[in-house]
């Protein structure tokens, strides 16, 4: 079983940054491929950002490119969301997920791949 707790949410300008976290009990995290979902107000939950188990594969959806930064450190069980360039679009509430198939070596694209989710943390882009 994992547990997954995201923190770092906020309220924030456009344009401005914020660091999303999401820490993972269990010591099989390092093999577990990881990704990030937002879901807004009446839409669909969305992948934003994903990593495979050694952090050498990353995915971004094109809404994200160039902006928003995933990375993993599994020496602390935590991954990371560097958003920045923030824009009014990106208000959700965002989800940390894993998947419980250790060490593959691709990256999953949609929620139903993944096995665990954290509780989400709202993110609030003012103009």
């Known amino acids: 079983q994992v547990q997954l707790v995201e923190s770092g949410g906020g309220l924030v300008q456009a344009g401005g940054s914020l660091r999303l976290s999401c820490a993972a009990s269990?010591?099989?995290?390092?093999?577990?491929?990881m990704g990030w979902f937002r879901q807004a107000p009446g839409k669909e939950r969305e992948l934003v950002a994903a990593?495979?188990?050694?952090?050498?594969?990353?995915y971004y959806a094109d809404s994200v490119k160039g902006r928003f930064t995933i990375s993993r450190d599994n020496a602390k069980n935590t991954v990371y969301l560097q958003m920045n360039s923030l824009k009014r679009e990106d208000t959700a509430v965002y989800y940390c997920?894993?998947?419980?198939?250790?060490?593959?070596?691709?990256?999953?694209?949609?929620?139903?791949?993944?096995?665990?989710w954290g509780q989400g943390t709202q993110v609030t882009v003012s103009s």
């Open positions: 997920a894993a998947d419980a198939r250790p060490y593959f070596s691709g990256i999953y694209l949609t929620a139903a791949e993944y096995d665990y």
């Open positions: 269990g010591r099989t995290f390092s093999s577990y491929a």
């Open positions: 990593i495979s188990w050694s952090g050498g594969s990353t």
